[in-house]
């Protein structure tokens, strides 16, 4: 509950819907179980990234989307990131890359038992 915007309904969303953090071995997989990854194709040498899958935890991932719309307004972190990314993809897949990394910050939160801390991080 020390992220920006995740109170205490989104924080028991969480812990309702992936159970026992320590199954996921890295926070990538935790992004990729909550659906937040784009999908990947490979032709020949070429790796290109599209939308975001439509594989995953449908609730973890409506939550952490609804989440980042207005926690990239109270966090220099997030926020940072959205205007960077908004620069090249535009602002539904800023969206999308602030919900992932509030996704990923979740997982560390959890796994290593540490608040959130938006400026040393």
């Known amino acids: 509950m020390t992220i920006p915007r995740i109170a205490y309904h989104n924080a028991l969303l969480i812990m309702s819907e992936i159970g026992d953090v320590n199954r996921f ?16 194709h ?11 899958t439509e594989v995953g935890n449908k609730w973890l991932r409506w939550m952490f989307i609804e989440a980042a719309h207005i926690g990239r307004h109270k966090s220099l972190r997030f926020s940072r990131l ?3 990314v908004k620069m090249k993809g535009g602002p539904q897949v800023a969206i999308g890359a602030v ?3 509030m996704a990923a910050v979740s997982y560390y939160i959890l796994e ?7 400026a040393n991080w």
Request: aromatic share 18%; hydrophobic share 25%.
């Open 42 to 52: 490979i032709f020949d040498k070429t790796v290109r990234y599209g939308q975001m």
């Open 99 to 101: 919900a992932r990394e």
């Open 25 to 40: 071995e890295t926070g990538t997989k935790f992004c990729g179980y909550c659906g937040l990854v784009p999908t990947v």
């Open 82 to 84: 959205y205007e960077r």
């Open 112 to 118: 290593y038992r540490k608040p959130f801390r938006d």
